[in-house]
Nanobody, 129 residues
C-alpha cells in the first residue's frame, strides 16, 4: 500500500524558514516525478515545486514563480523522502502543503494536479505578518 506522509509544517513569522518532509512507503519513488502543491482557503490547489525522477543525468526541477529563489525541492532516494526547504517565508505562503507522486518512472517534471496519482494528507504552514 502506497502512502505519502508530510510533516514539518507549523506557525512561523515572516522571514523565517521551514523544511517540509514527505516520507513515502509501499514502493520506491526514486525514479518517479514528485512534487509539492499548496492550497489556501478558498483557493485552487497550485503547484509549488516539482522534481523529476532520478536517472542517468541531472535531476530536473521546476518552481512556481512566486517561490523561485526562496524554496528548494530535493529528494533522498535512500530514505525514499521528498523535501521542501522554504526560506524568507511570506504571509501569502500560508496554506496546506501537499506532497504528490506519479506512478510511472520518468525524468520529466509535471506541474498539474491531474498529473499525479498519489497524495499525502497535507501539512499546515502558517506565516504571520
Amino acid at each position: 500500500q502506497v502512502q505519502l506522509v508530510e510533516s514539518g509544517g507549523g506557525l512561523v513569522q515572516a522571514g523565517d524558514s521551514l523544511r517540509l518532509s514527505c516520507v513515502a512507503s509501499g514502493r520506491s519513488f526514486s525514479r518517479s516525478p514528485m512534487g509539492w502543491f499548496r492550497q489556501a482557503p478558498g483557493e485552487d490547489r497550485d503547484i509549488v515545486a516539482t522534481i523529476g525522477g532520478s536517472g542517468s543525468g541531472s535531476t530536473i526541477t521546476y518552481y512556481a514563480i512566486s517561490v523561485k529563489d526562496r524554496f528548494t525541492i530535493s529528494r533522498d532516494n535512500v530514505k525514499n523522502t521528498l523535501y521542501l526547504q522554504m526560506t524568507s517565508l511570506k504571509p501569502e505562503d500560508t496554506a496546506v502543503y501537499y506532497c504528490a507522486a506519479r506512478r510511472d518512472d520518468s525524468t520529466y517534471y509535471y506541474v498539474n494536479e491531474y498529473d499525479y496519482t498519489y497524495w499525502g494528507q497535507g501539512t499546515q504552514v502558517t506565516v504571520s505578518s
